[in-house]
């Protein structure tokens, strides 16, 4: 059974920092992709940004130069980290995997498996 964990969401200030871990189960990464998206009230859900079992990642234009993502294999977590935080990055941040081996930043409604989402609230 594939399964999706997000972790270490809370409430920061604007300009500060949080690393969120997405920890998986249930599929090997090699045939995956994995994306974070978030999803504000209101709005529709977006991807964030995204990497592959080979470690090529792919950002959305709004967090570039902020946030990164990174995986460790050995613990079968994806990392997003975060800092420079805005309030506009408030949102409920999920993590997906997708089957297949093509571009990771894709369409919400092409994710496979979908984590239960982690808050994330920056006060101005």
């Known amino acids: 059974e594939v399964q999706l964990v997000e972790s270490g969401g809370g409430l920061v200030q604007a300009g500060g920092s949080l690393r969120l871990s997405c920890a998986y189960s249930?599929?090997?990464?090699?045939?995956?992709?994995i994306a974070w998206f978030r999803q504000a009230p209101g709005k529709e859900r977006e991807g964030v940004l995204c990497?592959?079992?080979?470690?090529?990642?792919d950002y959305a234009d709004s967090v570039k130069g902020r946030f990164t993502v990174s995986s460790d294999n050995a613990k079968n977590t994806v990392y997003l980290q975060m800092k420079a935080l805005k309030p506009e990055d408030t949102a409920l941040y999920y993590c997906?995997?997708?089957?297949?081996?093509?571009?990771?930043?894709?369409?919400?409604?092409?994710?496979?498996?979908w984590g239960q989402g982690t808050q994330v609230t920056v006060s101005s």
């Open positions: 990497i592959t079992n080979e470690g090529v990642t």
């Open positions: 997906g995997a997708t089957p297949g081996w093509g571009p990771c930043m894709v369409r919400p409604g092409n994710v496979g498996y």
């Open positions: 249930g599929f090997t990464f090699d045939d995956y992709t």
